[in-house]
Antibody
Framework: EVQLVESGGGLVQPGGSLRLSCAAS????????MNWVRQAPGRGLEWVSY????????DYVDSVKGRFTISRDNAENSLYLQMNSLRAEDTAVYYC??????WGQGILVTVSS | EIVFTQSPGTLSLSPGERATLSCRAS???????LAWYQQKPGQAPRLLIY???TRATGIPDRFSGSGSGTDFTLTISRLEPEDFAVYYC?????????FGQGTKLEIK
């Protein structure tokens, strides 16, 4: 059974940093591209970042370029999202997704003073 | 950047009825890269349809996708109580992998 479990969320002040993790199991992690998608409270879905299976390629939505960094550790079956210079508008539930076919349960990030 | 408009914003129907949800793109989308998701309150999105027409694993055959170019449709042939949720379309062929704003399917 494919499982994706996010962790690392919480409350952070504007300008602060947070690192999200996503632990994957039930499939060969190193074979799959991964994504982060977020959803602000009461809003729709927004794709945030992509990483290829070997981590050679990454991509970001314009609003997070230069502030967020996606990475992965295939030996540890883990996906990460380093979020720096956080803003109030980054407040959202963050989901990791295998390509886009399986999704984690999400983790809440709140940016507020 | 491809922008999606989903319509209607809210659809009020009764169980047993047929639902037709529309997704229009600002430019042509490869059918191979068009997906539909269902999301219930407090839950992660669930993939329903990929490649515009193909049902994901475990998705009942009352869900079907159609369309090409800039116009795509998700049809639910006979609504079950568990189908009332928010539905999103998305293209995953070229970055940014944008989603539509969603259609809320509510019980009439």
């Amino acid at each position: 059974e494919v499982q994706l479990v996010e962790s690392g969320g919480g409350l952070v002040q504007p300008g602060g940093s947070l690192r999200l993790s996503c632990a994957a199991s039930g499939f060969t992690f190193s074979d799959y591209e991964m994504n982060w998608v977020r959803q602000a409270p009461g809003r729709g879905l927004e794709w945030v970042s992509y990483i290829s299976s070997s981590a050679v390629a990454t991509d970001y939505v314009d609003s997070v370029k230069g502030r967020f960094t996606i990475s992965r550790d295939n030996a540890e079956n883990s996906l990460y999202l380093q979020m720096n210079s956080l803003r109030a508008e980054d407040t959202a539930v963050y989901y990791c997704a295998r390509r886009f076919d399986y999704w984690g349960q999400g983790i809440l990030v709140t940016v507020s003073s | 950047e491809i922008v999606f408009t989903q319509s209607p914003g809210t659809l009020s129907l009764s169980p047993g009825e047929r639902a037709t949800l529309s997704c229009r793109a600002s430019q042509s989308v490869s059918s191979a890269s068009l997906a539909w998701y269902q999301q219930k309150p407090g839950q992660a999105p669930r993939l329903l349809i990929y490649g515009a027409y193909t049902r994901a694993t475990g998705i009942p055959d009352r869900f079907s996708g159609s369309g090409s170019g800039t116009d795509f449709t998700l049809t639910i042939s006979r609504l079950e109580p568990e189908d009332f949720a928010v539905y999103y379309c998305q293209q995953y062929g070229s970055s940014p992998y944008n989603f539509g704003q969603g259609t809320k399917l509510e019980i009439k």
